[in-house]
């Protein structure tokens, strides 16, 4: 599966942001998917996850509350809204698909997930 991933940009702290990665294969729907970001500097970092059915998610502590996964398969997309955000959100933020188990998923290991987009910016103000 390829994985592209836009919606980036430049907000001011306390704006929003919507993500979306578009998936090309008539597999999407059969992958759990999630998102991760990494800051110049600083390792991956999980963010979200979502089951193949949307039923079922995950999300870094850091963006609970703040930040929300979905996924249409019908439109072969995931999708991540951003609120909130504040300068600590900047990074290039990453989607990915995986194929393994979702409580593996669920662990957000970068392991964990077979494919992988590029990234698109998200630059926060303060």
């Known amino acids: 599966v390829q994985l592209q991933a836009s919606g980036g940009g430049l907000v001011q702290a306390g704006g929003s942001l919507r993500l979306s990665c578009a998936a090309s294969g008539r597999t999407f729907s059969s992958y759990n998917m999630g998102w991760f970001r990494q800051a110049p500097g600083k390792e991956r970092e999980f963010v979200a996850a979502?089951?193949?059915?949307?039923?079922?998610?995950y999300y870094a502590d850091s963006v609970k509350g703040r930040f929300t996964i979905s996924r249409d398969n019908a439109k072969n997309t995931v999708y991540l809204q951003m609120n909130s955000l504040t300068p600590e959100d900047t990074a290039v933020y990453l989607c990915?698909?995986?194929?393994?188990?979702?409580?593996?998923?669920?662990?957000?290991?970068?392991?964990?997930?077979?494919?992988w987009g590029q990234g698109t910016l998200v630059t926060v103000s303060s």
């Open positions: 990915a698909a995986s194929s393994f188990d979702l409580r593996r998923v669920g662990t957000g290991r970068p392991t964990s997930f077979d494919y």
């Open positions: 979502i089951g193949w059915s949307g039923g079922s998610t």
